[in-house]
């Protein structure tokens, strides 16, 4: 039952973060970006800018739910 994520036991920000210091390129497809979520992930998403990693994140405006907050810190941090 490895690859169930219940966040009982199975965390999905450890799976993410194992995921992308594993990764050569990273391409995120999320409905939503949010400045706490950012945050949590900043650490390794610097990480792999730093090792070349190339990083694309496609998302959306819809309904106004994703954080202009987020972006401009992914724009800046990264």
Request: glycine share 2%.
């Amino acid at each position: 039952m490895d690859n169930v994520i219940t966040n009982f036991n199975n965390h999905l920000i450890d799976k993410l973060r194992a995921s992308i210091a594993q990764a050569d390129q990273i391409k995120k497809v999320v409905s939503f970006v949010m400045e706490s979520g950012v945050r949590l992930l900043l650490p390794e998403l610097q990480k792999a800018i730093e090792n070349n990693v190339s990083v694309q994140i496609l998302t959306s405006c819809y309904l106004n739910i994703t954080e202009p907050s987020a972006l401009y810190l992914l724009k800046d941090q990264l």
